[in-house]
């Protein structure tokens, strides 16, 4: 279509191929290919996917040549002809890629692996889409700080948000490569307090009081959150379940939906047909949520591998500068990858 974001993905991997489908998806945007180093399994999908790969170093290129790897050049072409990249390589590796996007004048998107330094803004789209538009550069933050930005930001907006403190248990390690690593019969805490999501959420909106504590633990399907949050006063229930009712990105689960588990979670994403079975809402148990007072207690699971991918779409279109509107944003994503507050209820349309 006229008018559409050129977008390229440099690194395929858990996060790179997420979003590229997710681009792929979108009316406005346009996947012009992705760029990685791999020559195994990931990349060899990609001709099934007519998705160009471009070779992301000259070591790279003569790696994926020499297992007949189809190329349709390096890095540098890819660049020629996007709008926007998105980094998804592994850690501090997009950091160093940033001269090069500097150099050729393209804006570009990296990851909460990165510093915030790095762009010098660091992005939600329910929290400060507006000051992203027509930036260079953005950072879409972690998946736990996604998280505990989406929800805070929920109770803020409301303004029934005084302070918060969370627990945060991490999975071990993303799934597909638990084989190499990660921890079993036994929990890891990470060594300070706070945890880095919570000054990390700060990045973002500098105004929350939010303190995180975080531990790793035995498994890979996803996190799961603990929140004690002091509210600005006294509230019922319900009007504090309202408030995350008025985020798009949260999904409210009763106990009649029999979603006891965060594996029960992933495995109606799979029955609704969400590509991989991903989870892009947080996913808040509402009979769970406790209010005592002005305290209030919930808790909630964060598929890392796919919370920061519809945060992403938004990015592009912010740099892009094409849509002004973050709710605007929020709702043409949404609808594309086909997020409702609550999947139970009729499709909107």
């Known amino acids: 279509m006229a008018?559409?974001?050129?977008?390229?993905?440099?690194?395929?991997?858990?996060i790179g191929k997420r979003v590229a489908d997710a681009v792929r998806a979108q009316a406005d945007m346009r996947l012009v290919g992705?760029?990685?180093?791999?020559?195994?399994?990931?990349?060899?999908?990609?001709?099934?996917?007519?998705i160009p790969l471009f070779a992301a170093t000259s070591e790279?290129?003569?790696?994926?040549?020499?297992?007949?790897?189809?190329?349709?050049?390096?890095?540098q072409d890819l660049l020629?002809?996007?709008?926007?990249?998105?980094?998804?390589?592994?850690?501090?590796?997009?950091?160093?890629?940033?001269?090069?996007?500097?150099?050729?004048?393209?804006?570009?998107?990296?990851?909460?692996?990165?510093?915030?330094?790095?762009?010098?803004?660091?992005?939600?789209?329910?929290?400060?889409?507006?000051?992203?538009?027509?930036?260079?550069a953005t950072r879409v933050v972690s998946c736990n700080t996604t998280?505990?930005?989406?929800?805070?930001?929920?109770?803020?907006?409301?303004?029934?948000?005084?302070?918060?403190?969370?627990?945060?248990?991490?999975?071990?390690?993303?799934?597909?490569e638990s084989h190499l690593g990660g921890i079993i019969n036994t929990l890891v805490p990470e060594p300070e307090i706070p945890s880095h999501q919570g000054p990390d959420a700060q990045t973002v909106d500098p105004d929350l009081d939010v303190l995180t504590m975080a531990v790793k633990v035995p498994e890979t399907i996803a996190h799961l959150h603990y929140w004690s949050v002091q509210l600005s006063r006294s509230a019922p229930k319900e009007e504090v379940l309202d408030a995350?009712?008025?985020?798009?990105?949260?999904?409210?689960?009763?106990?009649?939906?029999?979603?006891?588990?965060?594996?029960?979670?992933?495995?109606?994403m799979a029955d609704l047909g969400r590509s991989?079975?991903?989870?892009?809402?947080?996913?808040?148990?509402?009979?769970?949520?406790?209010?005592?007072?002005?305290?209030?207690?919930y808790t909630y699971m964060v598929d890392n591998q796919a919370i920061v991918v519809p945060e992403t779409i938004d990015a592009i279109r912010a740099l892009a500068g094409r849509?002004?509107?973050?709710?605007?944003?929020?709702?043409?994503?949404?609808e594309a990858l086909q997020i409702w507050r609550d999947p139970f209820s009729p499709a909107p349309g």
């Open 3 to 14: 008018g559409e974001i050129r977008v390229g993905v440099n690194g395929y991997g858990v």
């Open 34 to 50: 992705v760029s990685d180093v791999a020559a195994d399994w990931r990349t060899r999908a990609l001709h099934r996917k007519d």
């Open 60 to 75: 790279a290129h003569e790696h994926l040549a020499a297992n007949r790897i189809p190329v349709e050049g390096r890095l």
């Open 80 to 136: 020629g002809t996007v709008d926007v990249v998105v980094d998804c390589t592994p850690k501090r590796v997009a950091a160093e890629n940033v001269p090069v996007y500097r150099q050729l004048g393209r804006k570009f998107i990296v990851q909460g692996g990165e510093k915030h330094g790095v762009t010098g803004h660091s992005f939600v789209a329910e929290s400060n889409y507006q000051s992203a538009v027509g930036l260079d």
């Open 147 to 176: 998280a505990t930005v989406r929800t805070l930001t929920a109770l803020k907006r409301a303004g029934l948000l005084r302070r918060a403190r969370g627990t945060l248990m991490r999975r071990a390690t993303d799934p597909w």
């Open 244 to 268: 995350f009712r008025a985020s798009p990105r949260i999904f409210l689960m009763p106990d009649s939906y029999g979603l006891a588990a965060i594996n029960a979670v992933k495995e109606l």
């Open 276 to 297: 991989r079975g991903d989870l892009y809402e947080v996913a808040l148990w509402s009979d769970m949520l406790r209010v005592e007072g002005d305290e209030v207690f």
């Open 323 to 334: 849509e002004p509107s973050g709710a605007a944003s929020i709702r043409a994503t949404d």
